[in-house]
């Protein structure tokens, strides 16, 4: 399969499955969506969540075998992706936002389980999340804004972001430099696509001058994006070309203001409320942390070997996990992965994915 015949946004990845779309509203005022794949009833469904950049489109590529095909294959025959306020499926990433992880943790992840729940009623529930996907439902489960979580698994991150020294300047200095210097609202991995001299189309031009480890400048501009690495986001080597061709298609435009507080969390050492001292922040915690002890959903932790966005992020909050509920929650180290060939390597099917299953299945019963 070439990249001219990978649609965007396709849905083609997932075979043999009804497809039903949920639309639906947040409180304050956006239209999210979740998508439906079922075979059959279930007792116990799979819920997908994605990171910042990317959309519900990373477990559902049509190039090798994804996650949601591979959870229909081992029994889990209703499994839900949901589109939330990051995904590149929706315009508001590229709009002018001062949105947050908290936001998230408030509006979007209990709209989208009110959804789910009129559908499949009391049925356990599961959830695998990626990125600040993962950060934010983790932060909402820690903080009750959603319940009945049956187990959670997290890849790359959860709630004590760690990155590289050179990400921590980046976080300090970026967003306010390309917001009011450059005159950048967002940063686009497309931007190399751009008409010739735009903003956009030098700065991928000056990022592509610091990465000659491929000749794909939107590869480029996901490792300015995020982390540090040649490349950062994933390992070449664990990726279909067509992949590492359409790398934009998977990971899309980003707004700033997620960068402002994932730098709040990396100082802080856990995550925290961006702005606690606003009212309609009220119902969720300063530190999402102080009540890990009681949440009693077991956690799956998978920590890539090679990240070099969020570096050992999941295994120190492993190590704090295992100080306050010793024995609930679990570890993966992936070895010779990066933060996200986990999810779109072409051997996740073989290397990752049947340690999820293998955690969704001990955790069924």
């Known amino acids: 399969m070439t990249q001219t015949t990978i649609p965007r946004r396709t849905l083609e990845g997932v075979r043999d499955a009804g497809v039903t779309v949920y639309p639906f509203a947040t409180e304050d005022g956006l239209g999210l969506e979740l998508t439906r794949f079922e075979r059959a009833e279930c007792d116990d469904v799979v819920l997908l969540v994605h990171g910042l950049?990317?959309?519900?489109d990373v477990f559902i590529m049509p190039e090798h075998q994804n996650l949601a095909s591979h959870l229909l294959?081992?029994?889990?025959t209703d499994v839900w992706a949901l589109d939330f306020r990051m995904s590149g499926r929706f315009p508001y990433d590229t709009e002018t936002h001062r949105y947050t992880l908290d936001d998230i943790a408030l509006y979007d992840f209990p709209a989208a389980l009110e959804v789910i729940r009129r559908?499949?009623?009391?049925?356990?529930?599961?959830v695998v999340a990626h990125c600040l996907g993962s950060v934010s439902f983790t932060m909402a489960l820690f903080a009750g804004t959603v319940t009945g979580i049956t187990s959670l698994t997290c890849n790359s991150v959860s709630l004590t972001?760690?990155?590289?020294?050179?990400s921590k300047l980046k976080l300090a200095l970026?967003?306010?430099?390309l917001e009011y210097v450059v005159g950048l609202p967002f940063i686009d991995p497309r931007f190399g696509q751009a008409p010739a001299f735009t903003r956009g189309w030098m700065l991928s031009r000056l990022v592509s001058l610091f990465h000659g480890e491929c000749d794909v400048r939107a590869c480029h501009m996901q490792s300015f994006q995020w982390g540090a690495g040649k490349p950062a986001m994933y390992q070449h080597e664990n990726l279909l070309p067509v992949t590492h061709d359409r790398v934009a298609d998977i990971c899309c435009a980003s707004g700033l203001n997620y960068y402002r507080h994932v730098h709040k969390m990396v100082n802080a050492g856990r995550s925290v409320k961006y702005a606690p001292d606003d009212p309609k922040y009220g119902g969720l915690p300063t530190d999402y942390l102080a009540n890990a002890?009681?949440?009693?959903?077991?956690?799956?932790l998978l920590a890539p070997e090679k990240n070099r966005v969020f570096t050992d992020s999941n295994i120190h909050f492993h190590k704090i996990l295992e100080r306050v509920a010793p024995g609930r929650h679990e570890l993966a180290v992936l070895p010779g992965y990066g933060h996200l060939d986990p999810l779109i390597g072409k051997n996740s099917?073989?290397?990752?994915?049947?340690?999820?299953v293998d955690f969704l299945k001990r955790h069924s019963a």
Do not use: C, E, K, N
């Open 53 to 56: 950049t990317s959309a519900s």
């Open 73 to 76: 294959d081992a029994g889990f």
């Open 119 to 126: 559908q499949i009623g009391d049925r356990r529930l599961h």
């Open 161 to 166: 972001p760690r990155v590289p020294r050179f």
């Open 174 to 177: 970026g967003p306010s430099l």
């Open 293 to 300: 002890a009681d949440v009693t959903t077991p956690l799956l």
């Open 349 to 356: 099917h073989l290397d990752v994915f049947p340690r999820i």
